[in-house]
């Protein structure tokens, strides 16, 4: 059984930052990739960002929306992902997941995820 906990959600003004973390518990970080996916209120939830561990070195991988101002990495030693958010605009709004999957590579599908956090909230305000 794998548990992931997100936290760092927030309120913050347009063009602010803010550092996400996901707590992971009960498998080996090093063989899996993990996603940051949101979901707006009324949207589909999407990709946002993956980082993918193979052997000692890791890829990571972006949605277009993202490219620039997201950046994702984890701490292996602490079994923590992070999604580092700079530039934030107001369409950044929604709640942020993080999940993990045993497969590698840019996984951008949500049923290709089979753990899930609970999500948290980031609100961009103009």
């Known amino acids: 059984q794998v548990k992931l906990v997100e936290s760092g959600g927030g309120l913050v003004q347009a063009g602010g930052s803010l550092k996400l973390s996901c707590a992971a518990s009960g498998r080996t970080f090093s063989r899996a990739t993990m996603g940051w996916f949101r979901q707006a209120p009324g949207k589909e939830r999407e990709f946002v960002a993956a980082?993918?561990?193979?052997?000692?070195?890791?890829?990571?991988y972006y949605a277009d929306s993202v490219k620039g101002r997201f950046t994702v990495s984890g701490d292996i030693a602490k079994n923590t992902l992070y999604l580092q958010m700079d530039s934030l605009k107001p369409e950044d709004t929604a709640v942020y997941y993080c999940?993990?999957?045993?497969?590698?590579?840019?996984?951008?599908?949500?049923?290709?995820?089979?753990?899930w956090g609970q999500g948290t909230q980031v609100t961009v305000s103009l």
């Open positions: 980082i993918t561990w193979l052997g000692g070195s890791s890829s990571t």
């Open positions: 999940a993990t999957t045993p497969a590698a590579g840019r996984v951008v599908l949500t049923t290709h995820y089979n753990y």
